[in-house]
């Protein structure tokens, strides 16, 4: 999904709205991580005329299936993203700016995704902030009571029962 500059580039108007626009995409690889989207991503921005360069803005609303971290429960979550940048043909580069790499004076709406989960990869994703994990003896998830581990009813070994009677 591409947006040609070229026409902007010429026109005295300093500011260019990009519509919604949604990515048909609903999975994505990068390096060795894998984002699988439960609705497609939207895409929509802004671009402006800066002296003699163009600056891009954009909001990304990604809608991403994820695991809790701590327990592996499944989660539907949306974020928003924004990704800002000087847009520059690859052989160009600005320093004072984040850089947006164009082609043929196009903007790629994928590459703007891709920026945006980038730098977003650190998330911790949790089910709930006071999410109790699983337990490291049986697996069983904590939130759901399904460790019997430290449980009364657990059969204790009637080798420790005496144990027990003893600590009394
Ligand atoms: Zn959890
Ligand atoms: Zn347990």
Redesign the pocket.
């Given at each position: 999904m591409e947006i040609s500059i070229k026409e902007f580039k010429g026109l005295s108007k300093t500011t260019m709205a990009i519509e919604n626009v949604v990515l048909p995409i609903d999975y994505k690889k990068i390096g060795n991580l894998e984002y699988h989207f439960y609705k497609k991503p939207e895409i929509r921005g802004k671009l402006s005329k800066d002296k003699s360069r163009i600056i891009g803005e954009f909001e990304i609303n990604v809608f991403l299936e994820e695991q809790?971290s701590?327990?592996?429960?499944e989660l539907h979550n949306s974020y928003e993203f924004q990704v800002d940048g000087v847009l520059v043909d690859e052989n160009l580069e600005y320093e004072d700016f984040e850089s947006i790499i164009i082609e043929d004076e196009k903007v790629n709406l994928t590459q703007i995704l891709e920026i945006a989960l980038i730098e977003n990869t650190s998330i911790k994703t949790?089910?709930?902030e006071g999410?109790k994990?699983l337990c490291k003896t049986c697996g069983g998830n904590l939130?759901l009571d399904e460790c019997i581990c430290d449980s009364e009813e657990y059969d204790v070994d009637p080798r420790l029962e005496k144990l027990k009677d003893i600590l009394k």
């Amino acid at each position: 999904m591409e947006i040609s500059i070229k026409e902007f580039k010429g026109l005295s108007k300093t500011t260019m709205a990009i519509e919604n626009v949604v990515l048909p995409i609903d999975y994505k690889k990068i390096g060795n991580l894998e984002y699988h989207f439960y609705k497609k991503p939207e895409i929509r921005g802004k671009l402006s005329k800066d002296k003699s360069r163009i600056i891009g803005e954009f909001e990304i609303n990604v809608f991403l299936e994820e695991q809790c971290s701590r327990c592996l429960k499944e989660l539907h979550n949306s974020y928003e993203f924004q990704v800002d940048g000087v847009l520059v043909d690859e052989n160009l580069e600005y320093e004072d700016f984040e850089s947006i790499i164009i082609e043929d004076e196009k903007v790629n709406l994928t590459q703007i995704l891709e920026i945006a989960l980038i730098e977003n990869t650190s998330i911790k994703t949790l089910c709930d902030e006071g999410c109790k994990g699983l337990c490291k003896t049986c697996g069983g998830n904590l939130n759901l009571d399904e460790c019997i581990c430290d449980s009364e009813e657990y059969d204790v070994d009637p080798r420790l029962e005496k144990l027990k009677d003893i600590l009394k």
